[in-house]
């Protein structure tokens, strides 16, 4: 899933976005959608995500501002507007074509309409230009984008031992009870809406893989006791980078590796910025959630 080396020199990492759709779930608690990330990915492989991806450079084009609300205010995340709408608008786009979803200001787009835009916007591989850009098909369908519909919640950088690295963005956005959403089947293979704590008991099960900041984010919501509370919570949250560091990890369970995350005693930086676990220890093919060694 990961291709980390302790050795190896660090490369700059590259913007990104991912969006995490909340929907009331019935009898109390929420339910966010999942996708399933395709095996042969270089990156991420086979692992359980939200929707999301890194930036492109029509994202940055001036003329989103008439064609989408203003992004919420974070400057954790980005120095300017500008670059919080491109930020916003990477993960908007992104979940049209992951995810089949599109927060839309004062409109909503059935399923069908939803998976017509998609294929006019697919890109025929990661490398090549789409068909339409998103740009242009929203332009044409007289509608706007919702970026107010996007809550800051954390971002999250790749380990300097990754040989590709992502400054990734995270949002929170609530959908509607009925939204369907569905994966391309070509960067996601599968995709389903769960209760968090029933996903992290499955990876906790050996039944899919996560990575760290994904399970650290469904562990978050999976006390909240509604979507209105789970952004609540989203408002209070640390934007301040999250970059884990590898580390050697020994115990009496023997020696591993272990990915420490800022708060830890491994980790340079002190200041706790993500409430659970401080590090995320390998064990098999997993990293999983771990106090330090006394």
């Known amino acids: 899933m990961l291709d980390l080396d302790a050795s190896r020199e ?12 909340l929907r009331d779930a019935p009898g109390g608690g929420v339910e966010v959608f999942c996708v399933e990330r395709n095996k042969k990915s270089g990156f991420m492989g086979g692992a359980v995500v939200f929707p999301g991806g890194k930036l492109d450079e029509r994202d940055k084009d001036p003329a989103w501002s008439a064609l989408a609300t203003p992004p919420r205010p974070a ?8 670059a919080l709408r491109a930020l916003a608008i990477a993960a908007c786009r992104e979940t049209l074509e992951e995810a089949a979803i599109l927060p839309l200001d ?16 697919a890109r025929p591989s990661r490398d090549t230009p789409p068909k339409e850009h998103l740009l242009d098909a929203v332009r044409a369908l007289g509608v706007r ?8 919640a954390a971002r999250w950088i790749t380990p300097a031992a ?5 400054d990734t963005r995270f949002y929170v956005a609530r959908v509607a009870a009925d939204e369907r959403g569905l994966h391309d089947a070509h960067e996601t293979m599968a995709s389903f ?9 499955r990876f906790l099960a050996g039944e899919l893989q996560l990575a760290p900041p994904t399970h650290r984010t469904l562990e978050i919501l999976a006390s909240a006791a509604s979507v209105d509370a789970a952004l609540a919570e989203t408002a209070g949250a640390c934007l301040e980078p999250i970059c884990p560091r590898l580390v050697p990890h020994k115990d009496a369970r023997g020696d591993t590796f272990a990915l420490v995350l800022p708060g830890d005693p491994e980790h340079e930086l002190r200041e706790l910025r993500s409430p ?19």
Do not use: C, I, M, N
Not at 12 to 20: F, Q
């Open 10 to 21: 660090a490369v700059p990492p590259r913007d990104a976005s991912t969006l995490v759709l």
């Open 75 to 82: 400057p954790a995340f980005a120095p300017d507007e500008d």
């Open 106 to 121: 004062g409109a909503r787009l059935s399923h069908d309409e939803l998976l017509a835009l998609r294929a006019r916007v």
């Open 145 to 152: 984008l919702d970026l107010a519909a996007l809550h800051p």
């Open 162 to 166: 990754e040989s590709r690295r992502f």
């Open 193 to 201: 809406w769960a209760r968090p704590a029933e996903v992290v008991r």
């Open 276 to 294: 659970g676990k401080s590090r995320y220890v390998l064990r098999g093919d997993r990293f999983l959630p771990e106090d330090p060694p006394a």
